[in-house]
């Protein structure tokens, strides 16, 4: 191999390795900021519909950010996942059992998809005449989760991420380094 084809083979393997880093590094120094509401994005439900632990983190960091009165409202936004359960109907159960008012929920069950959240939660936004959000998700989702946010117009103020990590985060930490050049070319 030529010195050339060495310093392109060493350039691309930085790049590869400096994308994962920089998501992870924007996730895990994320902080929430006041906001009208946390957008809170869904992930499995377990085969008896109760939360995953992954996504029981996730509704704890938007407890503690209503009940820290640095949000009045948490949408909640998922699909019907593997187990047949609707992601965010369990979602809101769980919310209300710890001790959130109802009132305060917004269910999105179309969210699907990321950008599906974003679409929802900037429609659920405009119709309330809300005007900034915090996203909650983990720490390696938070800037494609900012992203779809702010394509669909939201002012995305800040981001909560559970302290929460089992090892199948750093596969998805490498799956989003492709996910968000793949999100950003599709427009």
């Known amino acids: 191999m030529t010195g050339q084809w060495k310093r392109i083979v060493i350039a691309v ?12 590094l924007v996730g ?17 439900v377990s085969a008896r519909g109760e939360a995953t632990p992954r996504l029981a983190a996730r509704l704890q960091a938007a407890r503690s950010l209503y009940e820290r009165r640095m949000v009045r409202y948490l949408i909640v936004s998922g699909g019907v996942g593997h187990a047949g359960f609707d992601e965010a109907s369990v979602m809101r159960s769980n919310l209300v059992t710890a001790g959130i008012p109802e009132s305060a929920i917004v269910t999105d069950s179309q969210g699907t998809s990321t950008r599906r959240t974003g679409e929802n939660a900037a429609a659920i936004m405009r119709r309330r005449a ?3 959000a915090d996203v909650v998700t983990q720490y390696y989702h938070v800037a494609r989760a900012r992203w779809a946010c702010r394509r669909m117009g939201i002012r995305v103020v800040g981001a909560a991420v ?3 990590f089992e090892w199948r985060d750093l596969y998805s930490t490498l799956r989003e380094a492709v996910a968000l050049p793949v999100y950003a070319w599709r427009g």
């Open 13 to 24: 393997v930085l790049i590869a390795a400096a994308v994962p880093i920089a998501i992870a």
């Open 28 to 44: 895990l120094t994320a902080k929430p900021a006041p906001a009208d509401v946390a957008i809170v994005f869904g992930n499995e």
């Open 130 to 132: 809300w005007r900034t």
């Open 162 to 164: 559970p302290r929460y």
